[in-house]
């Protein structure tokens, strides 16, 4: 089977840095078969208790710079709002982090270590950074369990995914997500039938299944209804600690709910930043927010 | 705990499939032989070598059907271009049946006649230990399999995708038939490799080595049957269809598309080149025009009119499309290519979802009937009620309006 052999040597290659560390792993992965143990990109170093850390960041389309030397930081452990009004750089900066786009200049770190601008998508989904986009993007003819089992925190290389299947732990993990998430009963069904509130919060499952280490959340309540707001606040609260935040939301009631830091973000770059409280105060947030 | 790979891999066809493929196992590999070979031609069950030659073309093309399946109704990717793989096996396996012939063609030379006519003085190197039958086997799967990698490896990492990787993949069998097209290449010009002789030393005419060729090539669609049914209820499948889906967000969760298309493309190719191989001494031909463009459209044609994403509809369109055209080409030739186009127009509008979809749609509407309580709540998920009571958990439709 010479192409097995070939894409072998394909996805070594495409996870070079982590080679080594696969190879001594081999052993145990062949007898275990286990998922516990990731191929990653180096490991966090949160030893300076960041976890992520933007320095000086540009990005232009055709002239027009999304982003204009945005510097910004995130504590490990930290639950942080991003706020702003549209075409202030929130989007490009969740791409910037998550691989999708590459700046022009500046520096983006993952803890102390690993330099987020040289990693690829899944590289930088493998170091521990789960992303939930604006849109509910969740894979539709699957049932919502599978969404789940395809998130799920594992070795998730070609030839590996080929023979995989589910433990009893896995299945009790996907339970437990899926219990948390309320789709308990709607396990099933093919999730493109969910509503749209039950979408985000199936693809908020799905980031859970990862475990990253650090969440963007990009709108996670827009569509949901008061009580499913609500709930998602007291969800997302719960993880913080364990887990580093970064929600992108326009709806205040959820941003104050949620109770932490605050950041402006206007024309690319850091306006203002504090609790939500002194932000709303601030006379330069006021202006962009009620125009000039 | 976890379940074991064979029991999965039993698992995977469920039971109605399995009973399918024993009935068609006894049909192909002992119904089949017997009444070639045992039964007299007086009796009303003899099959005749034409019509035993028949049926093994066809499930040659229902082998490539299947593999095409798996690469358009399972990950999205409609290729323009699998003739080319198709054709690529069956010149591999060709070539070594041109050197079985021995000094016994019509020059009686050592070289295989096309190279002597073309005034050839020796073999060109690529076409060294072709007279081996295992290098001749290694070759079949090789050759397409390493052509569609390394076209594969480039197409899927520029993220060629939809329309444009199909126009390519046509430009790609084309180029490839003007290439073997010129007799300077070594390849028998437009003639290609005829006038078979033996398999192993046996005679290719021969009753016993007509029904091999014929039992080879249903053993062949069944272990692809098999195989397919595992690759697209495994977690391999399902990232596979996640990623015809939304493939940006399967690579934030942590997969490389580009080593699962690669796989499922280089594995399709493969399939393609095997069922090419057991085509060429039961058709006793192979020229380039196997790698004309329409050939390879026809392939995605079968697929189309049994059902995209089903496997069992790729068998039964491969099976429906040939059937009728061996009747047409036999009563009124010239009609065959309106009449081709005529069901692709047809199954396009009509039957989005093919021969199966249309079997399930009925079923789901007698459900309906004999159980008209339960209509409200299986309105919304009819087909995919339907479609796992009929084909397992894991079958992945394609509903209408899906990527082409």
Wanted: hydrophobic letters at 50%; a neutral charge.
């Amino acid at each position: 089977m010479i192409n097995l052999s070939q894409l072998d040597r394909a996805e070594s290659a495409a996870v070079a840095q982590a080679a080594l560390l696969a190879n001594e792993q081999r052993e145990q992965w062949e007898s275990e078969a286990t998922t516990s143990h990731l191929v990653r990109s180096g490991e966090l170093d949160l030893s300076h208790n960041v976890i992520l850390y933007l320095d000086d960041i540009t990005v232009s389309f055709d002239g027009f710079r999304a982003l204009n030397k945005l510097s910004l930081t995130i504590d490990a452990g930290e639950l942080r709002c991003i706020i702003g009004p549209n075409g202030a750089g929130k989007t490009t900066m969740m791409d910037v982090i998550t691989g999708k786009t590459r700046p022009d200049s500046g520096k983006a770190f993952f803890g102390q270590t690993i330099d987020l601008t040289r990693l690829t998508e899944p590289e930088i989904a493998h170091a521990g950074i789960g992303r939930k986009f604006q849109k509910p993007t969740i894979f539709e003819r699957l049932s919502a369990f599978e969404n789940l089992e395809l998130a799920m925190k594992a070795d998730k290389r070609a030839r590996r995914t080929l023979f995989a299947s589910l433990f009893d732990e896995d299945r009790d993990r996907i339970a437990g997500v899926l219990k948390q998430i309320r789709l308990a009963h709607e396990a099933d069904r093919p999730a493109g039938l969910l509503s749209h509130g039950q979408k985000q919060w199936l693809e908020i499952g799905m980031l859970l299944m990862q475990e990253p280490r650090l969440l963007l959340l990009d709108e996670p309540v827009a569509g949901m209804t008061d009580d499913e707001t609500e709930r998602t606040a007291e969800l997302f609260v719960s993880l913080a600690g364990k887990h580093s935040l970064m929600v992108v939301e326009h709806d205040m009631a959820f941003v104050e709910a949620l109770g932490g830091k605050v950041t402006v973000l206007c024309e690319g770059s850091v306006l203002a930043e504090g609790d939500l409280a002194s932000v709303q105060a601030d006379p330069r947030v006021i202006e962009v927010y009620l125009g000039r | 705990m976890r379940t074991p790979f064979t029991v999965r891999l039993l698992r995977s066809t469920p039971k109605s499939g399995w009973l399918a493929i024993a009935v068609f196992a006894a049909i192909t590999l002992i119904g089949v032989p017997l009444a070639h070979l045992a039964l007299p031609e007086s009796s009303p069950l003899h099959l005749s070598a034409y019509t035993v030659g028949l049926l093994g073309k066809i499930l040659c093309y229902m082998v490539v059907a299947v593999a095409m399946d798996l690469i358009w109704g399972y990950a999205g990717i409609l290729s323009l271009g699998h003739g080319l793989f198709f054709a690529l096996g069956g010149y591999a396996f060709g070539m070594y049946l041109m050197r079985q012939i021995g000094r016994d063609g019509s020059y009686g030379a050592e070289l295989p006649d096309f190279m002597v006519f073309l005034d050839w003085k020796e073999l060109p190197w690529y076409w060294a230990g072709s007279d081996s039958f295992l290098w001749a086997l290694f070759l079949v799967v090789a050759l397409p399999g390493v052509v569609a990698f390394v076209f594969g490896w480039f197409a899927f990492r520029s993220r060629i995708k939809g329309v444009y990787f199909s126009i390519i993949t046509q430009a790609l069998t084309y180029a490839a038939m003007l290439l073997f097209f010129r007799n300077e290449t070594g390849f028998g010009g437009n003639n290609g490799f005829t006038d078979f002789k033996r398999i192993l030393g046996h005679d290719i005419t021969s009753p016993e080595m007509r029904v091999t060729l014929f039992a080879l090539s249903a053993a062949l669609l069944i272990a692809c049957l098999v195989l397919g049914r595992y690759l697209v209820s495994s977690r391999f499948g399902r990232v596979l269809a996640a990623i015809r889906d939304a493939e940006s967000r399967v690579m934030f969760i942590g997969y490389n598309p580009l080593h699962y298309k690669l796989f499922m493309w280089t594995l399709s190719a493969m399939l393609c080149g095997l069922a090419g191989a057991l085509y060429v001494p039961q058709v006793g031909i192979i020229n380039p025009s196997e790698m004309s463009p329409a050939n390879s459209i026809e392939i995605a044609v079968w697929v189309a009119v049994g059902g995209r994403g089903t496997l069992i509809g790729a068998v039964l369109g491969a099976g429906i499309v040939n059937l009728a055209k061996s009747f047409f080409t036999v009563t009124v030739p010239e009609y065959w290519p309106f009449f081709l186009g005529f069901l692709f127009i047809a199954v396009t509008l009509y039957l989005p979802d093919g021969v199966v979809g249309l079997w399930r749609k009925l079923r789901a509407r007698r459900a309906l009937a004999a159980a008209p309580d339960a209509a409200e709540s299986s309105v919304a998920g009819s087909s995919s009620a339907a479609e796992k009571a009929d084909a397992g958990p894991a079958n992945v439709t394609v509903p209408k309006g899906a990527t082409a």
